[in-house]
């Protein structure tokens, strides 16, 4: 499956992103923030998790590599991932610090968030960020997440071993009907 916005593709892993997940993640910036990518980030790593998760392709996970079609080359990752149960999906997602700010996590979950609602029988969307972090809290929060409580000393960054109390997140599906309508405009 893949997704082509204005500015972007949402393409499926491929080992080829592996040089590109380098660049992007053997970064402090970005791996700070992150709970499972190890600081130094070597090819090593990225060709393992790569592999490792094209293996375990599950119905309900949704991997994107955010291919940039203007440099040609993978700039970050968005995840989402359905829990049956409670219909429930949760994300998360990195973009290579080069490309910060330029509206790009937005445009690439605007559109595979409104895929998941329209397409699967989801309820709500959650995201946990940690509680400095400022650019993610303000980017969830742009698609409409409303805050929902503090889990105090719940994670651990793997890159810097710091424990991090986190923000818990969520987006209602009659709160996206509402938010979608200024996002795509503005994105399309
Ligand atoms: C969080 C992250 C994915 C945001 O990606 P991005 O493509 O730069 O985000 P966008 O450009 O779509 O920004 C959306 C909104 O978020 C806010 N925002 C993003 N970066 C910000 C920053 N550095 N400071 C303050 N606000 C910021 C802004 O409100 C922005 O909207 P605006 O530009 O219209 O004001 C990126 O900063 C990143 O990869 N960080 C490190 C890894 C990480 O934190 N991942 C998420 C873990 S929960």
Redesign the pocket.
Do not use: D, M, P
């Given at each position: 499956m893949r997704f082509s916005t204005e500015r972007l593709i949402l393409k499926s892993l491929e080992l080829s992103f592996a040089d590109d997940f380098v660049e992007g993640l053997n970064n402090l910036?970005?791996?700070k923030?992150?709970k499972t990518v190890p600081h130094p980030y070597a090819k090593k790593d990225a060709i393992n998790w790569i592999k490792k998760n094209i293996k375990e392709k599950k119905k309900t996970k949704f991997l994107f590599g955010i291919y940039l079609k203007s440099e040609k080359k993978i700039i970050?990752v968005v995840d989402f991932s359905i829990n049956k149960d409670n219909l429930v999906a949760r994300s998360?997602?990195?973009?290579n610090?080069k490309?910060?700010?330029?509206?790009?996590?937005?445009?690439a979950k605007i559109v595979v968030i409104d895929y998941l609602f329209k397409n699967h029988k989801i309820r709500k969307f959650f995201?946990?960020?940690?509680s400095g972090?400022?650019?993610?809290r303000?980017?969830?929060m742009?698609l409409g997440y409303k805050k929902e409580g503090l889990l105090r000393k719940d994670a651990i960054s793997k890159a810097t071993g710091k424990i991090h109390d986190v923000i818990a997140l969520g987006l209602l599906k009659e709160e996206w009907e509402e938010r979608r309508k200024s996002l795509i405009s503005k994105f399309k």
């Open positions: 910036n970005v791996s923030n992150l970050g998360g997602s990195w973009i610090e490309y910060w700010r330029q509206g790009f996590v937005t445009e995201t946990q960020v940690y972090n400022i650019a993610s303000k980017a969830i742009k």
